[in-house]
């Protein structure tokens, strides 16, 4: 009997991990298919079990910058790297997301480390060539469209013909 009881505890777990990964996925399903608003109801109701997921921050993160509500992608965006430093991705979005409010200076900061994690990592050079042109900094972001470029996006090389003229 104890044994039976032992089975159906762990059947038990198990099924409730395969039902929070699951919802996850199909939040994330439907932030891939553009259903941001609800996406983030989902997200929403998901955050008290995922409270040591980086990759439920990240993801409801994204949502929320898609949906321009960068101050509150960040906090989530925070929380992720804070449980997981590895994620370029991560630092790559809180970038956007803060260059998008208008902090340069922390949004190169982060696509620095994105570019770090991931070395051939094009929109993290495409966006540090933004941030930098937009700092004045042209020769820097030529150099970054380039790299860009060089890893395979070829949007950059629109930049690189109208902006980087010797």
């Not at 079990?49 to 925070?78: H, M, Q, V, W």
Request: glycine residues 6%; contains cysteine.
């Amino acid at each position: 009997m104890k044994r039976v009881l032992t089975l159906l505890i762990i059947a038990g777990a198990f099924w409730q991990v395969s039902a929070q990964t699951t919802s996850i996925e199909e939040a994330h399903g439907l932030l891939s298919e553009g259903y941001l608003e609800e996406a983030l109801d989902m997200f929403n109701e998901l955050q008290a079990k995922n409270t040591n997921n980086p990759e439920f921050y990240f993801l409801r993160g994204t949502c929320l910058s898609e949906l321009g509500e960068n101050e509150k992608a960040i906090i989530d965006f925070n929380v992720s790297i804070s449980l997981d430093n590895q994620n370029a991705d991560a630092f790559y979005q809180r970038g956007f997301a803060l260059f998008t409010l208008g902090n340069s200076q922390e949004a190169l900061k982060n696509f620095d480390q994105a570019i770090t994690l991931s070395p051939k990592y094009g929109e993290a050079y495409l966006n540090r060539g933004t941030v930098q042109y937009d700092l004045g900094n042209s020769q820097a972001a030529c150099q970054d469209w380039q790299q860009a470029l060089d890893v395979g996006l070829t949007l950059a090389q629109a930049l690189i013909d109208q902006l980087c003229k010797d």
